[in-house]
């Protein structure tokens, strides 16, 4: 059975970036957030390393505005960076008001450095920053009567006025599928956010969790928004390399507290590819792990920080700790095997410092969002940053329409009518296996022309597949995510191959110096060409 719901505001998406949000907006509306898997399996929960923001009275924002440029490779916008940075402190405080844990010495917050940051100025819950966040937020919101939180729910699709042949181009909510009863229903709302998070489950090896899809961007293309940037994939350098260890991502904040990355024979290797070392931006870092593993045909490199204290280690990285412990491996006394993985989608959908994007009614924030903040390369822990900092002022642009009169048209329920049930669940396993491969080897850290002509060729067969499939069949969270990963990898590949230069996380042996103009990758839907299905 179908059912319909009505609420003010509809937040797709429950990571830092969707409750804050919610929360901001309690005491104005009624609201709900939507999780496809529960609250905690999100990106939010797995981030390890912290929230950067100016603290210490030796930092300026000017600096953790030009580092961001910086790192960003100057293409990110000034506008989006300043904001940012301004709205820093504020962020953290508030944070610490819902009750956040986060780490003190000598009675004050412990700051930390990161790669490509001039300071200290990582704030931190130990090595488990996202959990101690994300679990706040959670149980404020939970409290909250105005909150409603539905777990196991993913939206298919956006419900658009000109989807329904009504005059304007007005978000009128979502279809949502309820993955454990397999029913679909209508969440109608006066404004809708897309705070799903990146793609970076579009490759094969990658620090995010199982739900990094693509869903929001997906939707917002579907429904005719721009998108922009999507050929800059973060390419995590350290993520622990063993074969149960599920993509565990070893901080940042390791080798800002001084750990050495080593070649197998014990070697270091960084100061080869740039003076700042091991607290290079993460592009260089991966490249020159990716580099070195290619020429030694190795599996993977080494992560030491062996030579600190042995209680500053655990004391300060009690997560990583003790994970490599229970697989056999004692970060106090010998190097971490890491490779670098998936890790951040610096571009999305289009939309302003308040979030909005081409469609009224409908608003992007976080990973999911293009801001301009990131640049060609994000800096390390603007990510957390970028949430509060976005959902705040979101917060502030919807409370000043909450009070406009909206009379919703017909809007029909999901027809199931026409397809089956499928017995081909194997083809979604095949076809997601298919596409995470092809896009590692030839949309990964170091790309050619031919590289994404043969990617784009695959893309294509799959797109054919994938939509002949969701045509006949009953869909299921497993297609659905299929479906949005396919559509973002498509997308990621039409703009790496429109971009012939090499600039922070895109390089290109064909393309290899960096072009004298800084230009934005812009896609339009209404431009775009689709493959010809076969």
């Not at 990110?76 to 940075?85: G, I, P, Q």
């Not at 990161?114 to 990582?122: D, F, Y």
Request: glycine share 8%.
């Amino acid at each position: 059975m179908q059912t319909e719901h009505e609420f003010d505001v509809l937040i797709i998406g429950s990571g830092a970036a969707g409750l804050t949000l919610a929360l901001k907006l309690a005491d104005k509306a009624k609201i709900a957030v939507l999780s496809k898997g529960k609250l905690t399996s999100g990106s939010t929960w797995l981030a390890q390393g912290g929230v950067a923001a100016v603290i210490d009275a030796l930092d300026v924002e000017k600096n953790h505005a030009k580092d961001t440029l910086t790192a960003g490779s100057h293409l990110s916008h000034n506008d989006a960076v300043n904001y940012t940075v301004e709205h820093g402190r504020e962020s953290i405080d508030w944070l610490i008001d819902q009750g956040v844990p986060f780490s003190h010495e000598n009675g004050q917050l412990h700051l930390t450095q990161e790669g490509g940051h001039s300071h200290r100025r990582i704030i931190h819950a130990a090595d488990a920053t996202g959990k101690a966040i994300l679990q706040t937020l959670i149980d404020r919101a939970s409290a909250c009567e105005s909150i409603h939180l539905f777990e196991q729910s993913m939206a298919i699709d956006l419900i658009t006025s000109e989807k329904l042949g009504v005059p304007g181009d007005y978000c009128l909510g979502a279809y949502v599928l309820d993955s454990g009863t397999g029913e679909i229903h209508v969440f109608k709302a006066k404004q809708t956010i897309l705070a799903t998070g990146g793609a970076s489950k579009t490759y094969l090896y990658t620090s995010n969790s199982d739900g990094a899809s693509g869903d929001g961007i997906a939707m917002a293309w579907r429904a005719g928004c721009r998108v922009a940037n999507l050929e800059f994939n973060q390419f995590h350098p350290t993520c622990l390399y063993h074969p149960q260890a599920k993509s565990f991502l070893v901080s940042e904040a390791v080798r800002g507290e001084g750990g050495r990355l080593l070649l197998p024979d014990g070697t270091p290797f960084m100061h080869k590819f740039d003076d700042r070392g091991e607290l290079a931006p993460r592009d260089i870092v991966a490249r020159a792990i990716d580099h070195e593993m290619k020429r030694l045909g190795a599996d993977c490199l080494y992560l030491d920080i062996s030579h600190r204290d042995d209680d500053f280690i655990k004391s300060h990285f009690p997560t990583i700790y003790q994970r490599c412990k229970e697989l056999g491996i004692d970060m106090c006394n010998q190097p971490i095997p890491v490779v670098p993985a998936a890790h951040y989608t610096c571009g999305g959908v289009m939309s302003d410092i308040h979030g909005n994007t081409d469609i009224e009614g409908l608003y992007a924030i976080g990973e999911t969002a293009f801001t301009g903040l990131h640049g060609a390369n994000r800096l390390a822990s603007n990510s957390l940053l970028e949430c509060i900092v976005f959902a705040s002022a979101c917060a502030t642009q919807i409370a000043t329409k909450l009070a406009n009169t909206f009379v919703y048209p017909d809007i029909p329920c999901w027809d199931e009518s026409q397809v089956t049930d499928s017995d081909e669940d194997v083809i979604i396993a095949h076809n997601w296996d298919e596409l995470r491969r092809f896009m590692w080897d030839y949309v990964g850290i170091v790309r050619t022309d031919k590289r994404l002509q043969r990617a784009k060729h695959r893309s294509d067969l799959l797109q054919g597949e994938i939509a002949e499939y969701y045509s006949n069949y009953k869909i299921s969270k497993d297609l659905l995510e299929l479906r949005n990963l396919a559509l973002v990898s498509q997308l990621i590949i039409q703009s790496a191959m429109l971009r012939k230069e090499s600039r922070g996380l895109h390089f290109t042996l064909d393309y290899p110096q960096l072009s004298a103009q800084a230009r934005d990758t812009i896609l339009t839907p209404i431009n775009y060409m689709w493959p010809q299905k076969q």
